[in-house]
């Protein structure tokens, strides 16, 4: 669902309600039930999103391609990417149409709203991160597209089986990189132009590596998506007494989805720096909208802690596949003697339509999550203008006339 198809009657309604008052003040319980309808509509674009997860889990690659919903696979990312969208645009409307601006002057707001603004400055950093790393995703893409294509002729003789061999290796040192240069003795060198190696030449492993960091590390030297997703959470203290039924609450609920979505996107896609990444942010449990973001908090962190085991590049559910099947065709090639057994030709045809098929989804995909990463992005910007527009007019009402 589009987030211009989902605004409706909540975003109608508040709007009805604050041309026909011009001030709130004295409309107390209409404003609790605006506050009680955001988070309603909040805990539902959550619920929807932790739903699909229940089906098919983040590392069963076993489980088949078909299933687009699955968590943190491209299709889920993106349906993330409108909930907050759509969040986005109500928060909005409670926070800002037709409100008199001194209302977001006064306290606590006059301290929690540039929080959240200096938070969602972070997120556009991440954005630009993020979006850096669907290009190295597109990469791998690309890799086991050339493997499909030669596994794919018949019949499949030595020529063929080095040249999906020489493919699948590229893409597994590729989706190793990150890990590799995460932990414990971190490279000195990061190639952060393509294929700059040393004086010598370098490995076909050695040029996949570069070419990987050169789409990868695209943000400034020593910019970590950990430390920033730190920063963006350090301040982040949930409303208490009287500041809990007031605007502080949907203020508190936006900085929460903003980190949850952004944490989100660098656990499932390749990213600059996320050694340290945080697996767990205070999120209260005696609030009823909390309760989906604790539930998507818990699945994910569950799954980050399996990968730092494990070593991969990410939680994406098609890379995942990509490198359980890559492996797989890596081993048959390094068994292959023409002409090779039915049975095991049976296998490995099985196996290449469902590589087939995945790169097909990314294919589909990637792009469109391209786009509306780009999207949320300019949407952020948006937003943030508006809310210091507000500002300022609430500055200049508080200035007195000389």
Known sequence: MRATDSQGSFLNRISIRRNQVVSMEGNHEQELEDLDLFQKYVADRFSNLLAPSDETPVSGAAAGAGDGGSLLSIAWLRKLLDA??????????????????????????????????????????ICNAVTHGVEAVRHFQKLAEIAVSALGQRPIGDGQVRRAKKALSSLIAAMAVEDRDS?????????????????????AKDRSSGQFRSLLWGMAKGWSSAKQLQAMSSNLVAPRG????????????????????????????????????????????????????????EKIAEEWKKKEKRGSSGLLDEMQRLEKLGNSLIEFADSFQF?????????????VAELAETCRKMEEGLVPLQRQIREVFHKIVRTRTEVLDVLDQAGKLSTPTM
């Not at 977001?104 to 929690?112: A, F, G, I, N």
């Not at 700059?196 to 030449?201: E, L, Q």
């Open 339 to 351: 002409p090779a057994e039915p049975e095991r030709l049976e296998e490995v045809a099985a196996q």
């Open 183 to 203: 932990v414990g003795g971190k490279s000195t060198e990061r190639a952060w132009s393509f294929g700059r190696r040393g004086a010598g030449a370098a490995s």
């Open 242 to 297: 009287a500041e809990s039924s007031g605007l502080a609450q949907p203020v508190y609920i936006m900085s929460t989805v903003v980190i949850l979505v952004m944490w989100a996107l660098v656990a499932a896609i390749p990213c600059q720096e996320r050694t340290g990444l945080l697996t767990h942010f205070p999120v209260p449990r005696q609030f009823a909208w909390a309760q989906p973001m604790i539930g998507l908090q």
């Open 84 to 125: 907050f969208l759509c969040c986005e645009a109500e928060f909005k409307a409670v926070l800002v149409m037709g409100r008199d601006p001194s209302q977001v002057s006064k306290p606590p707001l006059d301290r929690l709203v540039p929080e959240l603004l200096d938070r969602v400055v972070k997120s556009l950093d």
